[in-house]
Each structure stands twice: as C-alpha cells, then as structure tokens.
C-alpha cells in the first residue's frame, strides 16, 4: 500500500471515529487552542484576581458588584461584543464586615463561627448564656416555652461525629467514570422536594418567630459537617423576609463542646455579627458577552458559570474555576480571532445559589416560560421547582442550538453530561475525541441537577454539564471556609479552558446543528402507589 | 471421651496457647475488669472534662496547673496510694489569653493562625504591611537585609499545596496489622537526627536575631499542612531562650493568600497576640499514684500516658486520650479491691511534647543516667536524644518489672510493640488472649518512638507501647486546633480502659518475671561509609 492510500484510509478512519462534525473546525483552530490556553493562558491569574483579590462573591454583595465590575471589563480588554449586564429582581445586599464569637465561661475559648447570610446584625456584643434546644419539627418548640429568655440558643441537635473514611481528595479512575454510565430513569414525583422545601422554609421561619417571641437573643445552628468547616447558607434574600434572630453556623467540634458543658454546668458565649444590608439596588446581574456569529439565522452557543458564591471561603472552586474557564475559554477564541458561523454567547450567572436564579432569569427572558402553580403552597416555592406544564418557547427558543455549564470545582473535565439527550452524545464524542489523552473524551446520557444547565436541560433544550474529577470539592471545599485557591488545580483549570473553548467553537462551526430533545409534556408519576411517611420527614 | 477428659484437654490446650502467665490472674477478675469498665465506665465524662473543661494543657500553663490539681483529687476519691506531684526543672509557663489576625487590605478579612508557643505578645494590635521572606537556611537572610523595617514577615516557604488522597479516618485491617510485624533492624547514626535539631534550634534563634535587628515587627509561620489547621507549637521554654520577635502560625490556605496577594499589591495585617507568661513556679510535675502490692520485694509495674498538650485544641486525643484510659485503669482496678503481688504505678508525665521531659526525669530519679556528651555542640541537645553510654543503672533500674505507654490517640487497642524484647512477646501475646475478639492481640516486635516508653526501652527496660487504631489522629488531629473530644471515639477509649486494666494486673500478678532485655552498650555506626550531603539540608 502507498503513503498517499494510508493517508486516505487514515482520514477515513479518522473521519469514522470523530464523526461528520469533526471536519467543521480546521484542525489547525484546535491547536490553535490550546497553545494558546496551555503556553500563554491567563486562567490561573484570573483565578486568583477573583478569589484571593475579590473574595467570597455572594449575590447583590459588594464583592459580587465588583465581580461584576471586573469581569465586564475583562471581557471588553480581550475584544468581546456586546458586553452588558441583564439584571431581575433578587433581593437585598448582605455582607460580613467581621463577626466574632467567644466562650466566656466556664474558660474563654475563641471558636469558629460564621453569620449565617441574610439574618440581621447583633446589637454589638452580646453576652449570655447558652440553652441548648435542638429542634428538628415545629413540634418540638413547645417544650422549651419559657426557658429562653436572655440565651443564646443552640437550635441543632448535635448528633454523634462521624468517621470520614473516605479520601480527601480523589480524582475519577476508570471504574468510577463507568458508573456514570448508569443512567437514571426519569422520576417525577409532583410532592417530594416540595416537602423538603416547605419544611425548611416554613419551619425556619416558625423557629425564628417562636425564638423572637420567647426573648432569645440570637440562634446558633452546628455546621452538617466536622473538621472545623463552616458554611452559614441562609436562604431570607427577599425584602420583607428577614429573620428576627442573628444566627450563626458554628464549627461541629465547637458546637458539640458547648453542647456536652451544658449538660454538666453554665455556659457563656460572647458573640459579635458585624453584618450590614445593603438595599440600594435590589435587582442581581448577569455578565453577558460574545463573540459575533457570521450567520444570523444559525443562532447561538453558550458557555455559562456562576459568578456568585456563598458568603464562607473565596468562592474559588464554587465557582471561581467555572467562571473563570469560561472567561479563559472567552480570551483565548479571542484572541485567535475566531470567525465562528454562530454567535459564541458567555454568561456568568449570578443568584445560583439561592436557586439558579440567575440562569432562571436568562430563561424567563429569553428561552421560554412555565405556568405558575395553581396550588398556593406550590407557588411559594423557589421558581426553580416548579414542575408545572406547559411550557411556553419564546421567539429565542430554538436559537440556543447548545450550553455548556462547568460548576463541579477545579477538576479537569473527563467528559460531558448528555443529560438525556441521547441523539447528541454521538456528537459530544467527537468533539472531546481530541481530548482522549488528557481524560476528557467520557460521554453519558446521565442528568446532573443544582446547577445552571438544569432548567434548560428540563425545558428541552441542548443543554449540558461537563463531567469533572471531584478533587476534594465534595468532602470539604463546597460552600464551606475552605473554598479557597488553595483547592483549586491549576493544571486542570488549563486543560478545562481549552476544552471549552475548542468544544464551544465546534458547536458554532458545526454544519449540522446539535439534536434537540423533545419539548416536555406533563409526565405521569413515577411512584403512583406511594405513600408519604410523615414519621420519616 | 468424657466430659472430664475434654476438660482437662481443653485446660491443657489453653495453657499452651496462653502461656504459663494466663494463669496469673483468675479468670474472674478479668471479666469483673470487663464488667466495670463496660458497664459503669467512667473513661468518657474524665475525657470530657479534661478536654472540654479544661482544654489545652501546655505544660506549665494555668490549665496544666487545674489539670494536675483535678487528676490527683480523682486518683485520692478512687482510694488510690501515694498520690503526689513530682517535680523537675523545666521553664516558663505561657498560656493565650486571645489572639487575632486579620487582613486589613487590600480587603477585609479575618485569618486563622495561632500563637507560636512561648513566643512573646504584641504591644496591643500591630496594624503593618507585609513582607514575604522564605528562608530555608541562614545563609537566605543576607538578600532581605534593610527590607523588613516596621513589617510583618513571613518566613515561610508557601509551597504547593498538596492532594490529600488518603483517608482522613482508617482502621488498620489485617494487611495493615500484618505489616507491623516488618521489624526495622536498629539504626545507629550518632549525627543524624543531631543534624535536624541544630538546624531547628540554631536557625530558629538565628531567624529571630536578624529580624529583630532588621527592625521586623512580627513573624508569620505556615501551617505544614492544609484544611485549615493550625499547630503553634515552639520549643523555647527556658527562661533566658524566649525569642525576640512575637510570631503566629497561619493556616496554609490563609498564608498563601497573603503571598499571592503580595505579588501583585501591598497586603496589610493586624495582629494581635494576648498572650502571657507565667514565671512563678519553673518546675513542672509528673502527677503519681498507686495501687501497693503486697510482696515488697516484687518491684513495680506501671502505665503511663503524657497529661500534658500542645497549645492548639483541647489535647482531647493527645493526650487526653492516654490519659484517661491511665486513670480509667486505675479506678477500675481500685474499685475491684485487687491486691497484686507487685506495686502498679500510674504515671500522667508532663513536658512529653517538649522531649519526653517528665518521663525523663522519672528516669533519670528512678531508674538510670546517661553521661552528658563530651562534645559541647551534643550537649546543647534535647536530653532524650543524648545517645552515650555508659548507661549507669540506679538502684530502682530492677524494681521496674513492666512499662505500658499509651499514646496514639484515641483509637482502640489493636496490640502491643514489643519495642525489641522478643523474649517478651509470648509472654504479652498470652494477656492479650482474652482480647482477641475485640482486635487487640497483635504483638509485634517492632520499636516506636516519639513517646514516653521510649527512653525506658532505650535503657533495656520492658517498656511497651500499645498499638492502636489510627483513626484521623495522623491525618489531622494530631497537635492541631481540632484535637477536641469530637475526634476521640468513647467506645474505644473504653476498650482500651479494660484492656490496659488487665495487662496491669497480669503483670502485677505474673509468677515469672517480664524478660528483661540486655543493658545497651555503645552500638557501632550501622553505616559507617555515610557521607552527608549539606545540600540536602
């Protein structure tokens, strides 16, 4: 056989194995990519500019504003268009000027604790006692009627510590990466998270009321994990919503020590929340920028991260590393001065955290609508819940022909996420088929949920998550104080830039768009003999 | 057969597997021990108090002081004998009343970190910028002269940070118990480990005088590890050593912070170390007592575990722990009334984190003496590491029949190290019998140091250390800010009560003495054609 057949049948092969998509970008653009993210790239700068330099960015806070600030004028700098934000109404400002909490007695020991976000200020210091009062039911409150008075009150119930027998940090071998091959049916089930949800709003909300109402001075909740980790979630964004009480969200260690003292004598805390509102401008943002499509009827492709954190750490892996491979993924077809047939869309999302409210808002606007619930309980719910039928595609719906979301820590990606999109995992193959040597070419139907990607996928649309190694971003780093640079990997924020980047100029090169899924209808319940256990909620 | 005859076999057959010793002790009281400590155990309330109430036990400081008051009065209530302090000569007391940081610009941000031991307070808060000096040698001060003027200094080098992939919380399983059975032949290296500590010693003081008289306000230290963790320990104890200069040991997510920043902008700290001295009584003290035997020429047996902590955390593991299960024995064994042939001595040392200090003295009281080194440099030394000889026994050197340390955090007993007396193991492998089924029966040859039993071993004493399961000890517990009760685990604090309790009293009750080993003469250098590589330093 001659070079000149080898070199065809190759091309065949080659052709057979990465399918008809892998022509659409000049092989050429793809090491394009990634000299320019692995020999010049700016991500891991760009990581630490965003979380040691601006910090812990928790919607409407400051340091979100000047996340937003610096993340448009970045993207303008590199030569993005149409750099602008799209603002929906959220809710108020918080932020953490500094906050402190003491044992005073019976020996002072300063402890870890964070104020848990949206719950208002202390009046300076307060000193007082402690009660301990776990309560896991609204049923429970009764008992402590008339004993709380002028304490402090530990409201969780400080179970026993567990045994963290699992690795810190891991990355995905093989036979872990073949589990994410199991794909999980669809299961709707009209009343199971609404559950969930009801019961921690209502329920916190008649703590808080009960509390205030007893003459407590402030709650003290015990962080879900040990190893001196906090997070301090709080949920009460919404003008008009704020709790009574200051809380904080003690260290487990800490919270059991003060709990096992009062069982043998009096405790004291001194505790400090120096936190401020900030109700000036109610509305949160997102960044949007593009890069200019040559073809206006081909529509667009979107890379998306959350730009907010929660209020503990630096946001760094949640989701400093999703953001800023986005931007990377946005400089670096910059900079090659890509012409792509579709527009190339990035968002940085804002609101994630308190219910992807800000990809929310992007859909509202401009993908498609969902009635509101019928049943007032139902309505109250976070929007993202809501389950209800039909939907309604706006003009914009069939221009989003793909979304690509990162939002799994700092672990290079080792695939993607079809999320029942099964017609298009054929395609995804291809486009990561470069990537094999580095990790990256896994591609399974499963669906993954709390994330950006979430709603589109449930609306129809060809949405995707990437898959990630998990490093250590379950086990410590998410939402908690240690969601630092520290636990990120520089190495793999560079290899997910220039997957992103190459991944989304083949979906706007592409010459047959991306399958779509199916525009959804109103399921039937999956478990439509089930019984609800009250004694198990 | 009859019944008689499987009797008498079965007798015949436990004897064998047991020794002649399991004899020793009736049977009975060894599931009265079980009984007592299972079922009305105390071993969980005294770990409670002493790492929840009293906390932190640095040695000379006010809670070591409560904690030698607290453990005397416990022994007398339980009706042991001789309960009494023994002192020695060891320095300063120093304890931390507060202590803060934060980062002041370029944003607002508070800073884990904890004073190093025995370094002097701040004058108030000290608010200054940063200067990034990582010295590895004495010879890498020369670049920073006339640059640290009126800064705060961090010396350390912020290497990467690492993937913690192993399990934060382990059990050893068989492969891991079989594995200790690797006996590591003994090393002689007489300028080995008196290479490491001069450099620790001479350097620190050295780090200390330059910045001093570069006109440093503070030195910043970074945690050896990450996870937020943070240690403080320092050794300059003795009056006339204190260091010049105050200083703090910062979590590494939080240092690395401080150097990144630095690279790109000016960073400012405000600092504030509230910490004292106390000169009033130099000494400190072993905390002592008995249970009498009945033979006075049977000499003693004896367990021991270090009282004394470091200064982060509550010494809840370390070694609160060993501690307790001491005191646990003790009081289970009072309880039952046993009269053993042999005295069983109880021992909480103190000064164990800063060279063995209180066991040696007891050593060099009691049992034996080694010449102080001819050389002036080895002189300067730690004590415990003086390698020379002859060892000169005292009179006591004989009456000491058994030594059990216990300080390997709070995981349960899994065995005994033999520590190099092989004639000793059957002899432990039959008291351990009993225990097979809780996973204590492992005894191996193998040496351990680090600890109280191991200067004994070193003179050719039968003292032991028990093995025991690692739990998170290693991983994160071990001299850090979360060494709280939270990480010991009751049920094997409970475990090792019994267990200790038993081996005590076999040993008290054996008819054969423990086999001694021989008294060590000057080893010959295990590698005399060793030649140091200075740039490995």
Redesign the interface.
């Known amino acids: 056989m001659g070079d000149i057949h080898k070199a065809s049948l190759l091309a065949t092969l080659v052709a057979a194995c990465f399918g008809a998509q892998a022509a659409d970008v000049d092989a050429n653009t793809i090491n394009r990519i990634a000299d320019e993210g692995y020999n010049r790239g700016q991500v891991v700068s760009l990581a ?1 500019h965003l979380s ?4 812990g960015r928790m919607t409407n806070s400051p ?1 979100m504003r000047q996340a937003e600030k610096w993340t448009q004028q970045m993207f303008s700098t590199w030569g993005l268009q149409n750099v602008h934000l799209e603002g929906y109404d959220f809710g108020r400002g918080w932020w953490i ?4 909490v ?1 044992m005073t007695a ?5 402890l ?1 604790a964070i104020p848990v976000a949206w719950t208002p200020p202390t009046k300076g210091t307060v000193s007082a006692p402690i009660a301990v009062a776990p309560i896991r039911h609204v049923r429970d409150l009764a008992q402590y009627k008339g004993k709380l008075r002028g304490k402090i009150v530990l409201v969780s119930y400080p179970d026993a ?1 567990k ?8 990355r995905f071998d093989e036979a872990e990466l073949g589990k994410l091959s199991t794909y999980d049916q669809p299961h709707y089930d009209p009343d199971g998270s609404f559950d969930m949800y009801k019961k921690y709003f209502e329920q916190a909300r008649e703590i808080d009321r009960f509390m205030a109402a007893e003459g407590a001075l402030a709650l003290v909740k015990m962080s879900y994990r ?4 906090v997070q301090g979630e709080g949920y009460f964004h919404r003008k008009g919503e704020t709790v009574s009480l200051p809380e904080i969200e003690m260290a ?3 919270y ?2 003060l709990a ?2 009062a069982k ?1 004598g009096e405790v004291e805390l001194e505790m400090n929340n120096n936190v401020h509102f900030d109700d000036r401008d109610m509305n949160a943002y997102n960044v949007l920028a593009e890069i200019p499509g040559s073809d206006p009827q081909a529509g667009y492709v979107m890379a998306g991260a959350h730009l907010d954190s929660w209020v503990a750490g ?1 946001g760094a892996a949640d989701n400093g590393a999703g953001s800023v491979v986005v931007m990377e993924a946005a400089r670096i077809l910059a900079q090659l001065g890509v012409k792509p047939k579709r527009t190339i869309r990035f968002a940085l999302w804002s609101g994630e955290e308190q219910g992807l409210l800000g990809s929310l808002a992007y859909i509202q606007k401009h993908i498609a609508t969902r009635p509101r619930p019928s049943d007032a309980a139902h309505a109250k719910l976070p929007e993202f819940m809501w389950e209800t039928y039909p939907i309604t595609p706006l003009p914009g719906y069939n221009e989003m022909a793909a979304y690509f979301n990162l939002d799994n820590g700092s672990g290079k990606i080792r695939g993607i996420y079809a999320e029942g999109n099964f017609a298009a995992m054929p395609v995804l193959r291809s486009w990561l088929a470069p990537f094999s040597s580095l990790g990256a070419d896994k591609v399974v139907a499963k669906k993954t949920g709390g994330t950006d990607h979430e709603i589109m996928a449930g609306m129809g649309l060809p949405a995707f998550q990437f898959i990630q190694d998990p ?2 971003y379950g086990s ?1 780093v998410h939402h908690s ?2 969601d ?4 990120l ?1 520089t190495e793999d924020l560079r290899q997910a830039a220039v997957i992103m980047a190459t991944v989304l100029l083949q979906a706007a090169e592409s010459d047959t768009p991306m399958p779509r899924n199916v525009l959804p209808k109103q399921p039937t319940p999956t478990d439509p003999f089930l019984y609800r256990d009250p004694a198990k909620d």
């Open positions: 630490a040691d330099r601006i910090g340091a000027e500094s906050a402190s003491r019976p020996r002072p020991l300063a870890s510590p045994d963290d027998t699992a690795a810190t940090f891991k040990g190893g001196g980790l487990a260690e800490d059991r020590r096992r003292l043998v630096d490093l250590d410590r104080n240690l630092t640079f520290d636990h990997r």
